[in-house]
């Protein structure tokens, strides 16, 4: 148990659909992350907050749509995915941005495509 | 093109050192180097962290050269629960800022 929390755990869903992944920390972090792990890439940073703040969009496509109402909740709006986006999603916290600060990671969330 | 370069695989044997570089050219200036673990549906999880020199935890050891291109960590005595992913994670300067880049990873097999 990090602190960190995602929901749905597992999520299936056509390429027509409309989901939310939802994240929670309970750490009193300020900075949130949501990365992206498919089987053949490394992870990759997709966006992160700080103090509620988007501070770093990495070219994701905009059938992403991050929000983060406050620092401890952090949202990733799903719409007309493609198969390619099946990865497993993880979100992850730290007490500020920047690499200097442990960042504690969610379980994930194991979306597939159809 | 800032990116890290790690072994894809190593395999070792319990009660054996194991010793991991990555590679980072571009690192940022004022950035630290962070080692994370990974079991399989997971996520990753904090090791050890270091700016220069030489860190030391009660799990691993980090050392990083002067010019901090590179970095090695270093896991004492593995056992066979050290089987995992073991990734790099370094600001690097790309496109005028800096950004937080992973390396690919690599595969620790700990054989009895």
């Known amino acids: 148990e990090t602190g960190v929390t995602q929901t749905p755990r597992h999520l299936v869903m056509g390429m027509t659909n409309k989901k939310s992944l939802k994240c929670e920390q309970h750490?009193?972090?300020?900075?949130m992350y949501w990365y992206k792990q498919s089987a053949k890439k490394p992870l990759e940073l997709m966006f992160v907050y700080n103090f509620k703040e988007q501070t770093e969009n990495n070219s994701v496509p905009s059938r992403f749509s991050p929000e983060c109402p406050n620092s401890s909740h952090l949202f990733l709006h799903l719409h007309t995915l493609q198969p390619e986006d099946s990865a497993l999603y993880l979100c992850?916290?730290?007490?500020?941005?920047?690499?200097?600060?442990?960042?504690?990671f969610g379980p994930g969330t194991r979306l597939t495509v159809t | 093109l800032a990116k890290t370069t790690q072994p894809i695989s190593m395999d070792s044997y319990e009660g054996q050192e194991v010793n991991i570089t990555c590679s980072h050219n571009?690192?940022?200036?004022?950035?630290?180097i962070t080692w994370y673990q990974q079991f399989p549906s997971q996520g990753p999880r904090f090791i050890i962290q270091g700016y220069k020199t030489k860190v030391t935890n009660e799990v691993a050891s980090l050392f990083i050269p002067a010019d901090r291109k590179s970095s090695t960590l270093s896991l004492p005595r593995v056992s066979l629960s050290d089987t995992a992913v073991y990734y790099c994670?370094?600001?690097?300067?790309?496109?005028?800022?800096?950004?937080?880049?992973f390396g690919a990873g690599t595969r620790l097999a700990v054989h009895p």
């Open positions: 992850a916290s730290s007490q500020d941005g920047g690499s200097s600060y442990e960042q504690y």
């Open positions: 994670l370094v600001a690097m300067f790309s496109g005028g800022y800096n950004k937080l880049i």
């Open positions: 750490l009193g972090h300020n900075a």
């Open positions: 571009n690192i940022a200036t004022n950035d630290y």
